[in-house]
């Protein structure tokens, strides 16, 4: 085992000092890592490519490029920038705004990538600071948490969800019931107006009155409606027997290619197919195809059973005290590293867990699930969603401070965390 785990300690090693490149890094490992199966296998070079290419999972990676390619054109058709200026007008005070601002944000992403929800409502967060006079850093903190809590709250919020829908074979309905039980969504959702009372605690003293109008106007209708049918028929197909493996994959593929073609027809021009294809993160699918890879390697190498071996050593056999272990490591680990990673080398380990101590998998995979994305708010370098908004912020002439960003994620999180964490042991243990 021992030139496997030194090479994944190395690649991790290596992602987390250079984050800028680390599709490259993990690239360049898993390349190793094929030419390390050739060498100790008996089906040479070809064998070890269709053993890799046979444990990337492309279910994950077709439903993540297809989904970006679609959120392209909804984002494009100002649809979204509607939708928050009606909200905004139910509001009473500043304070309610960021409220709504916050669950709106939430909401839209667990449809959709966090960063495109960031991206899409900043431009109102700061539309309403202007008018008010006030700094809007804090509203915009507000968004990014938010966006980041409910990526995990169905199969199409975030890549951990979607990698999770992956590896345990999980439907779109399934992450709202399993089983006979209430699933991820709930802890999620519980979690999220678990927050809505620190938020209103932060902005306590922000209750000027507002008619904010932004002017939206919704250019096309079509990417909506083209959207909320992708979402439809992952759920259809879900009930559907004898599906292909990959069938969650295929459906966003083709939604984003009708779209495209909807757009290139409309438009008369390539110019926004081109667009949607840029604004796709090749970085991204190229990071998690290669994570597979190394992933698989190292299980293959018996590191992963022996972890979870560990692990349950640790807890002593308890399942509680392994939860809980896997929960707040989780919410550690990922305020420092990108949770893709994390995760897609936790999966496989927990399953190990799980096997081992004979239970359900389903209340670790949560407990991973809810720790490792609510984690990335603690801090700004923690998710994806918070250094966009960030990078939003020092384009107005803004620079965010640690102590401003850990006095709103700091208690975001923790409460988050403590609500689903004790929702999804009462419920699947």
């Not at 915009?140 to 709250?153: K, R």
């Not at 757009?263 to 081109?274: C, G, P, Q, Y």
Request: with cysteine.
């Amino acid at each position: 085992m021992l030139i496997p785990v030194i090479a994944f300690v190395v690649t991790y090693a290596l992602m987390i000092l250079l984050p800028k490149v680390r599709h490259w890094v993990a690239a360049a490992s898993a390349v190793f890592f094929l030419v390390f199966g050739a060498l100790t296998a008996d089906g040479g070079v070809l064998g070890s490519l269709k053993e890799a290419a046979g444990n990337i999972n492309w279910n994950v990676l077709m439903m993540l490029f297809g989904t970006m390619g679609t959120v392209f054109f909804f984002i494009e058709s100002k649809m979204p920038d509607l939708m928050a200026e009606k909200l905004l007008h139910i509001a009473p005070n500043t304070m309610w705004i960021v409220v709504l601002l916050s669950l709106f944000s939430g909401l839209i992403s667990a449809f959709m990538d966090n960063v495109a929800t960031v991206l899409m409502l900043a431009p109102i967060g700061l539309a309403v600071a202007k008018q008010l006079k006030i700094s809007p850093v804090e509203m915009l903190i507000c968004i990014s948490v938010s966006s980041n809590l409910q990526g995990a709250a169905t199969l199409v919020g975030d890549t951990t969800s979607i990698m999770l829908g992956g590896y345990a074979d999980m439907n779109f309905l399934e992450f709202f019931f399993l089983n006979g039980k209430f699933s991820i969504f709930w802890a999620v959702e519980l979690g999220a107006l678990a927050t809505v009372p620190v938020i209103m605690f932060i902005f306590r003293k922000h209750r000027q009155k507002t008619n904010i109008q932004v002017g939206a106007k919704v250019k096309d209708i079509v990417p909506t409606i083209l959207l909320g049918l992708n979402i439809i028929s992952l759920i259809v197909a879900s009930f559907l027997p004898n599906m292909p493996e990959n069938i969650n994959g295929y459906i966003c593929l083709a939604f984003f290619a009708i779209t495209a073609i909807y757009s290139l027809i409309r438009s008369k021009s390539i110019r926004n197919v081109a667009n949607s294809l840029r604004e796709i993160d090749f970085q991204t699918l190229l990071l998690l195809a290669s994570l597979f890879i190394i992933i698989a390697g190292v299980e293959r190498a018996g590191v992963l059973d022996w972890l979870a071996e560990k692990m349950v050593l640790l807890g002593g056999g308890n399942l509680f005290i392994v939860y809980t272990v896997i929960v707040w490591v989780s919410v550690l680990m990922s305020a420092f590293i990108d949770n893709i990673p994390y995760v897609a080398t936790m999966l496989p380990v927990v399953a190990g867990i799980a096997n081992t101590m004979g239970c359900t998998p389903y209340v670790l995979f949560f407990g991973l699930l809810t720790g490792a994305t609510l984690g990335g708010n603690i801090t700004p370098i923690g998710a994806s969603a918070n250094i966009a908004a960030i990078g939003i912020l020092r384009k107005e002439g803004y620079e965010v401070k640690n102590k401003q960003f850990f006095r709103i994620g700091l208690p975001f999180t923790l409460v988050a965390v403590l609500v689903g964490y004790l929702y999804i042991w009462f419920v699947w243990a």
